[in-house]
């Protein structure tokens, strides 16, 4: 049992005050000798003296202290009586109990009974049939605690019959009641792992419970406390509403409260003549300890002393309809201080929904429709999506800062009601699938806007359509965009990622991607935009490059540098499934990995495998301005059909670092073919290996010339034909830097 410090000092005011009154009642019984001073105060004390005096003792009140009893908060005050009615040609007694109630938190209940009882010897027996009605609503405190939402604190009123017994003796009591609620005895939102109701999501399901039950108890009186009448009660309690069941979540199918038991001790004690006292504390594994104190005054006396008295006593049960609750929490948007909203799509629903949990919509361009707020979240279940993919063509956000989620992501979204939470998992990660149809900008299946975050799905962009794709007017400077966690299978002549002339200050992150491709895997072209991708690009026999990157002016893209997750101030997802690395096997584009004609920019690609290419491995070409850096790290170009490595026309630093190494199968083509317009090589190279056993100048193994200085180092094994190369022999390098090279001694 919890009793707060305000509970407590109500409890000792109502008190003192009760005495105080008491007090003047007995001074004015001993007034005997005189008559009652007079005014209408007085004259209301003195009839009230006579009343508790000799009148038939059936009025009590009392306060119930408890900070957290048995399915309730709070404590509350009760105006009560017990009144007798009739007696039966069997010697019964019948009587009615009614007892009114106010809490702390302003709610009424009460209880109304029929009671008889008899005398069986120098016994009681006594039976009683109630109906109980609780309209104690706003029990459930939620200061402090932002995101309620329109569902309040969510409680409700309930109804219940209740059917007590009782043997009452000289050496103790035997007592048991029966609780069945009627009519609605339950109301849930959400449910246990499903954090969705209507348009919201809920940090915590909500549930209001009247539960049915059942109690029994034995008291025994304390011979050393005789002259209080002090008894000792021990019992127990099984309580549960399995009339409804959980409709969705881990717990679908289930009751909403299963049934569970639990014990209690309660002290009773007839302080002096018209006042009782009790203290139960009771546990159990769904409330754990829970309990109360009850200070009563019962005038004309307590009905607790001895059997006889007991006939005039009320039955002891619970007052309050004992509820399971919990308040739902709704998620609310820390950026706007209002509750997220989500559309929910999911192709297997029913038609004619309208985007809710309950109702969801059939297709995406429904939801578009839907999703016109900042920060509105379409959440795309799997549905059927695996045999008949939702349709996606220029799928655009209808405003800035929305998210579209697939079923099971990992994501956790910020809230300032619970923090960071995972809404979105489901038992199985297999993600929606989208498939691009044709569309009217020929763009992308998903195209991204300021501030967007994807997460979690698999894109088919089989139609002429990149899978995400955005451009200088979808993104405008300055945002931030999102994309975690996506599969996208690429036809031939179609980019994985395609983003085309996006404007300097736009920032676009690609975490944990896959991308399959018979295409570009990703593609930069035109703009300054800073892009990240951190991922797997793979490609067998593709058409298009695994990396294109061309045109962008004082841009940055970085291609597998780091192994950063999804992480803004509304999401993060720290989950990693992917490898960060390119693949690319039997390409037959020109160059598996391209980079040109950018200006000023900085490139960096790493984690790159590339094995028998038709052609080149890599291209780097026409790159221009002092400030342009193109570095590649772990580089590894495997059987090159031409050169596995040519760079021309640049301007700025070339670096390849790492455990990078260059292989070609050309035996008229060098490994390595470098002709520049200015630029600084930082080239150190693990292993190059050439076919080109040609001495005669601009054949070799290595070919260097132009404007170029720096250095152009392999530190472990330069192969030329299959036996050790030399640079007198292997190398040409007409530079004017002029570039200094090293190789292995052989």
Not at 163 to 170: K, Y
Not at 203 to 216: E, F, I, K, N, V
Not at 565 to 591: C, E, K, M, W, Y
Request: with cysteine; proline share 4%.
């Amino acid at each position: 049992m919890r009793l707060s410090s305000t509970h407590v000092r109500l409890t000792l005011a109502i008190a003192i005050l009760i005495v105080a009154s008491v007090g003047t009642v007995q001074a004015q019984f001993g007034q005997t000798a005189m008559a009652p001073s007079g005014g209408l105060v007085n004259g209301a004390v003195a009839r009230f003296a006579e009343l508790d005096a000799n009148g038939p003792g059936w009025m009590y009140w009392g306060v119930n202290a408890a900070d957290r009893g048995l399915g309730y908060n709070g404590s509350y005050m009760t105006l009560g009586g017990f009144i007798p009615m009739s007696e039966d040609d069997l010697g019964g007694f019948w009587s009615a109990d009614l007892r009114s109630h106010l809490s702390v938190y302003g709610g009424f209940f009460s209880n109304v009974g029929l009671v008889r009882k008899q005398f069986m010897g120098g016994t009681i027996l006594g039976v009683g049939v109630y109906w109980d009605y609780d309209g104690d609503l706003n029990q459930y405190p939620t200061a402090g605690t932002l995101g309620t939402g329109p569902y309040g604190q969510f409680g409700h009123a309930y109804n219940q019959i209740g059917v007590s017994g009782e043997w009452l003796t000289d050496f103790g009591n035997l007592r048991s009641n029966g609780y069945i609620p009627v009519g609605t005895t339950a109301s849930t939102l959400g449910a246990p792992g499903s954090p969705f109701t209507s348009n919201y999501l809920l940090c915590q399901y909500g549930l209001d419970a009247a539960l049915t039950g059942a109690d029994l108890e034995v008291g025994a009186y304390i011979p050393g406390l005789a002259d209080w009448a002090g008894m000792i009660s021990v019992g127990g309690y099984a309580l549960g509403n399995s009339r409804y069941d959980w409709s969705a979540g881990t717990n679908a199918g289930q009751d909403v409260v299963p049934w569970f038991g639990g014990v209690y001790t309660r002290l009773d004690l007839t302080l002096i003549k018209n006042w009782d006292f009790s203290l139960q504390y009771n546990n159990d594994s769904y409330f754990d300890s829970t309990g109360f104190a009850r200070l009563t005054y019962r005038m004309g006396g307590s009905r607790r002393r001895n059997v006889p008295d007991q006939i005039e006593q009320p039955m002891m049960r619970n007052e309050h309809i004992v509820r399971a609750h919990q308040t739902p929490v709704v998620a609310y948007n820390p950026e706007t201080s209002a509750a997220y909203r989500v559309i929910h799509v999911d192709s297997s629903a029913a038609a004619l929904g309208n985007g809710t949990a309950q109702a969801p919509v059939r297709t995406l361009a429904d939801a578009q429709t839907l999703a016109t707020n900042p920060y509105d979240i379409v959440y795309v279940h799997t549905g059927n999506s695996a045999t008949t993919p939702y349709a996606a063509s220029d799928w655009t956000f209808g405003n800035v800062n929305q998210f579209l989620i697939g079923e099971g992501s990992t994501l956790a979204l910020n809230t300032s009601t619970c923090g960071y939470k995972q809404f979105f998992t489901s038992p199985t990660s297999t993600r929606p699938i989208l498939e691009s149809t044709a569309g009217v900008t020929a763009a992308g299946a998903v195209i991204l806007r300021n501030g967007a975050v994807v997460d979690h799905l698999q894109i088919e962009a089989t139609a002429g359509l990149a899978g995400i794709a955005a451009n200088n007017v979808s993104l405008t400077s300055p945002t931030t965009t999102s994309v975690n966690d996506v599969l996208i299978n690429n036809a031939a002549g179609v980019a994985g990622v395609g983003l085309d002339n996006v404007a300097s200050g736009v920032t676009a992150n690609f975490t944990n991607m896959l991308v399959q491709n018979q295409g570009t895997g990703l593609s930069v072209t035109g703009g300054g935009a800073t892009v990240n991708f951190q991922g797997t690009i793979t490609g067998t026999s593709a058409a298009g490059n695994a990396v294109f990157v061309d045109a962008v002016t004082n841009g940055t893209v970085n291609v597998n540098t780091t192994t950063t997750t999804l992480n803004t101030g509304l999401a993060r997802n720290t989950a990693v499934t992917q490898q960060f690395v390119i693949q690319d096997v039997g390409s037959t584009a020109a160059a598996a990995i391209v980079v040109s004609n950018n200006q000023d920019s900085t490139i960096s690609i790493g984690q790159a495998r590339i094995a028998t290419p038709t052609q080149q491995g890599v291209q780097v070409t026409s790159n221009t301005g002092p400030a342009s850096v193109v570095t590649f790290t772990n580089l590894n170009v495997v059987g090159a059909t031409e050169e596995a490595f040519n760079s021309s026309a640049n301007e700025g630093t070339l670096q390849i670092n790492g455990r990078s190494s260059l292989a070609s199968l050309s035996t008229s083509l060098g490994a390595f073919t470098g002709d520049e317009a200015g630029a600084t090589y930082d080239i150190s190279l693990e292993t190059l290996a050439s076919a080109n056993t040609t001495a005669s100048p601009g054949v070799a193994a290595v070919n260097l010339a132009g404007t170029t200085v720096g250095a152009f180092d392999i530190t472990d094994t330069f192969l030329v034909g299959g036996t050790p190369g030399t640079v007198a022999g292997n190398v040409t390098n007409t530079t004017t830097g002029p570039v200094a090279v090293t190789v292995p001694t052989p």
